[in-house]
Nanobody, 118 residues
């Protein structure tokens, strides 16, 4: 199973970026998908999640600025990030919970760097 993130980069404070995550590799059922981030010297933290039915959950720090969505036909999730702040600078990781055979488990991408300059 592979999760490949794209869309990271350098942006000025107040700007926007859209991250994408494509899942491939034999998952028969794609359950929840999510985005996490890890800033330098800090632990990885939840940014947003979305269930297979479309219910979403956000960290308080990004509510009202970020939006998670998914396209089940494309096995892809998106993270639209608006009004970016320097404190949003981090490596952003895509995750999913998927089924292969009879087993559900979590999978992770390698991350994409988002840098927000002040």
């Amino acid at each position: 199973v592979q999760l490949v993130e794209s869309g990271g980069g350098l942006v000025q404070a107040g700007g926007s970026l859209r991250l994408s995550c494509v899942v491939s590799g034999g998952i028969s059922r794609l359950n929840a998908m999510g985005w996490y981030r890890q800033a330098p010297g800090k632990q990885r933290e939840l940014v947003a999640t979305i269930t297979s039915g479309g219910s979403t959950n956000y960290a308080d720090s990004v509510k009202g600025r970020f939006a998670i969505s998914r396209d089940n036909a494309k096995s892809t999730s998106y993270l639209q990030m608006n009004s970016l702040k320097p404190e949003d600078t981090a490596v952003y990781y895509c995750s999913c919970n998927g089924r292969i055979g009879l087993v559900d488990r979590d999978y992770w991408g390698k991350g994409t760097l988002v840098t927000v300059s002040s």
